[in-house]
């Protein structure tokens, strides 16, 4: 069965900081993989996805994340954050053909100015 | 427009009620979703549509009864809900089911007394 880990489950940084968020799936097939974001009392929001192509995706807010076939992972890079960018990320992965999007557990992030 | 649309915002029932909850979309997608979100815990698949016909349920209890009308609306009919049923119901969709995208609505948040 397919699962996806995020390690990272608070993050906490400073504004300027340089992000970087785990994501680790299990499955050997061909795989979909998708970064959303939760800002507080707002709803999920695609912030970017991977289906083929260049490993190395770029998303709205400044956000990218390169996918690493080899370990099985999809992290996510910001370079600067800022305060604003402060909510709960989700990793998700589907398999390639498959109606299913499975969701890692999350990773909080507190931005502070 | 990936607008997805979701009524009521807010739902508070006793556990002998019987309610609804509703989604819509206008984006022509083919493939609709519910899932339940609890608090800081990531979202939980509960049932996909494929071009009107249920194609998951991922053994969700009878007390949650999904209904797709048409391919821009689909429902989730509540009726002697526990509790533990307390959460956030999300709608989501796709223009298709092989993995691709999905938009999330922003939520029904449901409280069971």
């Known amino acids: 069965a397919q699962s996806v880990s995020q390690h990272n489950h608070h993050v906490i940084l400073s504004e300027a900081a340089s992000l970087e968020l785990g994501c680790n799936y299990s499955y050997g097939g061909t795989v979909n993989l998708f970064w959303y974001v939760q800002y507080p009392g707002q709803h999920l929001q695609l912030l970017l996805k991977y289906f083929s192509g260049d490993p190395l995706v770029k998303g709205i807010k400044g956000f990218e994340a390169e996918f690493i076939k080899s370990k099985f992972s999809f992290n996510l890079r910001k370079p600067s954050v800022q305060w604003s960018d402060t909510a709960e990320y989700f990793c998700a992965v589907n398999a390639y053909g498959t109606d299913k999007l499975i969701f890692g557990t999350g990773t909080r992030l507190q931005v502070f100015p | 427009d990936t607008e997805v649309t979701q009524t009521p915002k807010h739902l508070v029932m006793g556990m002998t009620n019987k309610k609804s909850l509703k989604c819509e979309q206008h984006m022509g997608h083919r493939a609709m979703y519910w899932y339940k979100q609890k608090a800081k815990k990531p979202p939980e698949l509960m049932f996909v549509y494929s071009y009107e016909k249920l194609s998951i349920n991922e053994s969700v209890p009878s007390r949650f009864s999904p209904e797709c009308p048409n391919s821009s609306l689909l429902n989730l009919h509540l009726h002697a809900l526990q509790p533990e049923d307390s959460a956030l119901y999300l709608c989501?969709?796709?223009?298709?089911?092989?993995?691709?995208?999905?938009?999330f609505g922003p939520g029904t948040r449901l409280l069971v007394l």
């Open positions: 989501a969709s796709s223009q298709g089911t092989a993995g691709e995208t999905q938009y």
